[in-house]
């Protein structure tokens, strides 16, 4: 009896004992970032942006995901209307869920409602301050509409984190000449 209940304890304190200390691994988006952050050509952060985008696109809910997958699908059938119906129902059943507005947004500024595509962009970034394309998409905006400084500062947020952003670079370099002035 004596001999199992040292077993017992020996097991125990074995049990006890702290693990050696591992830092914790990265989350999965965080070193999806620091990746693309290194990226040396659009090429090759392209595949980078498509595994954020994925993330991005995961809101936790099967009936979202489901309201989503239809949508983009009617989307691509140039159905808009459906397409309309479909990302509003996701934007009232998960307005924190920041794709029902990116999606949202990219359909209005498609049927021409810039103020309505400019408001939902907003959000987009507000629930996800990450979302790259969604900040390069209002600078566009901006930009159209003249507004060279908050288009300028939405581009550097973008490229600050994705600094291959197609586009972006090239729009920011414009920008800091029309904005800041050409340096002496």
Known sequence: MRRILAVCLALASVAAAPAPHKPPPKPPLDALFADLAQAGSPEDAKPIEERIYALFEQSGSASIDLLMARGTAALAA???ETAKKLFDSVTDLAPRYAEGWHQKAQLQAQ????EAAMISLQKTI?????????LSQLGDMLEEYGRKDGALAMYKRALALDPQLEGAAKHAHELEKAVEGQGI
């Open 111 to 114: 049927a021409g409602d810039d």
């Open 126 to 134: 507000t629930l996800n301050p990450r979302q790259f394309e969604a």
């Open 78 to 80: 140039g159905d808009d």
